[in-house]
């Protein structure tokens, strides 16, 4: 099949201005199997020092498939001591019959496939030093030394625009990770209370909606635990500020070890008060992390005004109620906290 030189100039254009590297290989596949004239196509990508199955296409069945990658070594598509002579060569191979060839006719896949005609051309720009980006392997079953020099040299100019082409995916590709890295650390940033670096209230506010949609659609518990630093009222009227905020820092580092599970989280509920919020976790596993809380308190010893810091919790359990809103566990841990306003280091829990 003959191809004009403004086709090629089309086809190449295509593959080489082409951003997403999933399409990039359905062109790339697709037009080395229409210039060269093969029946089947398996390209490989490198990652790190290994080469990657990513891709195959078949004349014969009409077929583009991209499975889950595989390494090249688990992989049964191809055949691999082939493969591997030009992975360290770096150069274009064709071969005529690989079922008489006495190099490659042990090979496994050659032994089950019987392939004819062979081709395998590296991925990689027309620069001796360039490093290899991936493997193109095509097959001819038909007829014996069915790849002449023209499908080579077709075959040759696809993989070279491919080379560019991979080398701007992977340009994109760190740019958006670090663009997503940099949202990361904004939306972290807007989310956390700078004093104590733990969640800030309206992120709290946020998660803990999340968490009861959460709980009400899986029917799990969740608990919320309220804690309040005691006698906080008179150590705003005789210390500084910036001696509480540092003393607020170090309860709420401690708070954040005592959780072990990614989905639990501490936040400032506000000046006074830490919120703690237990998914799937019942009354009796709430009372233990506050019982745990209250002991790593007294452990750190911080003193204000000549007294001792304590903390007291009010623990709010649901096992679900689905008529209910999320504000009814803030309402109860308050209500909890407010019941002996006066006495310190207490534990109040309810369920509902």
């Not at 080579?152 to 670090?178: P, R, S, Y």
Request: hydrophobic letters at 40%; aromatic letters at 6%.
């Amino acid at each position: 099949m003959e191809h004009s030189s403004l086709d090629l100039s089309k086809d190449t254009y295509k593959i080489s201005a082409q951003i997403d590297r999933n399409e990039l290989q359905k062109n790339l596949l697709q037009l080395l199997l229409r210039y060269t004239e093969a029946q089947y196509a398996c390209i490989l990508l490198t990652q790190g020092e290994n080469l990657i199955v990513t891709g195959t296409a078949s004349n014969m069945t009409g077929t583009l498939i991209f499975s889950k990658p595989k390494p090249m070594r688990q992989s049964d598509q191809i055949p691999n001591s082939i493969i591997e002579n030009v992975q360290v060569s770096g150069n274009n191979l064709v071969i005529g019959s690989a079922i008489y060839h006495p190099l490659y006719r042990h090979d496994n896949y050659v032994k089950r496939q019987q392939p004819l005609s062979i081709m395998v051309i590296p991925i990689k720009k027309n620069d001796d030093n360039a490093a290899t980006q991936g493997i193109v392997y095509l097959e001819n079953n038909q007829v014996a030394a069915a790849f002449e020099s023209r499908h080579l040299d077709l075959a040759q100019c696809l993989c070279l625009h491919a080379a560019f082409a991979l080398e701007n995916v992977q340009i994109l590709d760190t740019l958006h990770l670090k663009i997503k890295r940099l949202e990361q650390k904004l939306y972290a940033s807007n989310s956390l209370d700078n004093p104590t670096q733990v969640v800030n209230r309206e992120h709290f506010d946020n998660h803990l909606l999340q968490e009861w949609r959460r709980s009400v659609r899986d029917d799990k518990p969740l608990a919320l635990l309220l804690c309040r630093i005691d006698h906080m009222d008179l150590y705003r009227q005789q210390c500084a500020p910036i001696l509480i905020e540092e003393h607020m820092k170090h309860i709420a580092l401690q708070l954040q070890e005592v959780l072990q599970r990614p989905g639990d989280i501490v936040a400032r509920y506000d000046d006074d008060h830490f919120a703690m919020l237990l998914p799937s976790t019942e009354s009796k596993g709430a009372v233990h992390i506050a019982k745990r809380v209250q002991t790593v308190v007294d452990n750190l010893n911080l003193e204000l005004h000549q007294q001792k810091m304590s903390i007291s919790i009010g623990v709010a359990c649901v096992k679900f109620c689905r008529e209910s809103l999320p504000e009814a566990l803030l309402v109860i841990a308050e209500d909890l906290l407010d019941k002996h306003n006066q006495q310190s280091k207490r534990i109040e829990i309810e369920n509902f």
